[in-house]
């Protein structure tokens, strides 16, 4: 014998009766009109619908506290799976900092991750991105204006010092992460630090801004160390001392001895209280071949991750006399004090 209760009041527009759940469970419900209905026209249970409702939320819940719980203490950094990421999803990440990482252990999916804070869009920026090694499992992307994708890091081996983006005043700061696809199950680590910083001469090619990889090996000409001198992080008068190469890390360490720091804009190189002589080691791509030589140069570059690369190393005559004629025809980009 069925048992009714009655309608806790009109519903979908129609008035009646209806069976409690536990009996609409015994396959047959009624409806107004209709008499017993099969269980396959069965509405849901105002029980089962909450109990659903919860049971979403509880997922979603541990979703979040799970890609918040990636975050670093600062909220600089971060590091998470993609085993525990939804097949064919982009998870969107979030890091204000000016300074941190990521690191993505067996990366599947996607990653869409803005960089710096919400009001730092209004200016020029350039990113730099330094992969660990060995970098697996995935490629990083710059995302563009009109929303193209400039790739960044891949698989396998990189070049030295990582790579360079700049960004324009209104185009977001995001990177797009990508998984390689695989066909075992090995350990896999997507791991890079990243450094973002306001541009401080925009007018400038990106060639003065340390961005050329492609041209990191070639000489300077006179109008590109006339620049460099005046926007590197990092201008100094002195003398090779020896050149060391690293294979694993594909980069040549120079150690340059310092008679003058003609301009640094972070604090790489400590001249000494009695203001003599100090050792400085700048880094350039292994690829370059640099090997020791005689006399003196000025060596200018960029600070990346706390490292000094370099940029332009003319012999010091060589640049005085370009810097001289530029300034006898009042073409000089800016003052630099060579006495």
Same mark, same amino acid.
């Given at each position: ?158 070049? /030295?010092?990582?790579?360079?983006? =700049?960004? &324009?005043? %209104?185009? #977001?700061?995001?990177? $797009? @992460?990508?998984?390689?696809?695989? *066909? ?96 400085? /080691?700048?880094?350039?791509?292994? =690829?370059? &071949?640099? %090997?020791? #030589?005689?006399?003196? $140069? @000025?060596?200018?570059?960029?600070? *990346? ?35």
């Amino acid at each position: 014998m069925l048992r009714y209760w009655p309608s806790a009041g009109p519903a979908s527009g129609s008035s009646g009766t209806r069976l409690g759940c536990a009996a609409k469970r015994r396959g047959w419900w009624a409806a107004p009109g209709r008499g017993l209905c099969p269980r396959r026209f069965l509405p849901p249970c105002p029980g089962a619908m909450q109990a659903t409702a919860l049971l979403c939320a509880f997922c979603c819940g541990l979703l979040a506290a799970a890609a918040s719980a990636g975050y670093s203490e600062d909220r600089c950094s971060w590091r998470g799976s993609g085993l525990t990421q939804e097949p064919g999803s982009v998870g969107q990440l979030a890091l204000a900092c000016t300074e941190g990482g990521i690191e993505w252990l067996y990366p599947a999916g996607a990653l869409r991750l803005t960089l710096g804070g919400p009001d730092s869009g209004a200016r020029p920026r350039i990113a730099c991105l330094r992969p660990a090694r060995p970098f697996a499992g995935a490629q990083v992307f710059a995302e563009r204006a009109g929303g193209s994708l400039e790739l960044l890091l891949a698989e396998g081996p990189g070049p /030295s010092g990582g790579r360079c983006v =700049r960004w &324009g005043p %209104r185009e #977001g700061r995001a990177l $797009f @992460l990508q998984a390689t696809p695989h *066909r075992d199950i090995s350990r896999r680590v997507a791991s890079f630090r990243f450094e973002l910083r306001e541009e401080g001469h925009p007018e400038l090619p990106p060639q003065a801004h340390g961005l050329g990889t492609d041209g990191a090996c070639r000489p300077c000409s006179d109008a590109e160390f006339l620049l460099a001198s005046c926007t590197s992080d990092f201008v100094i008068h002195g003398t090779i001392y020896g050149v060391a190469h690293n294979t694993e890390l594909q980069e040549s360490i120079i150690t340059v001895t310092a008679a003058r720091v003609l301009r640094q804009t972070l604090p790489l190189f400590q001249v000494g209280a009695s203001g003599g002589q100090v050792q400085a /080691s700048i880094r350039t791509p292994l =690829r370059c &071949g640099v %090997r020791p #030589g005689p006399g003196t $140069f @000025l060596f200018m570059g960029w600070s *990346r991750f706390g490292e000094a690369w370099l940029g332009c190393a003319p012999r010091f005559q060589e640049f005085s006399r370009a810097y001289a004629a530029a300034h006898a025809d009042h073409l000089h980009p800016c003052e630099v004090a060579l006495e």
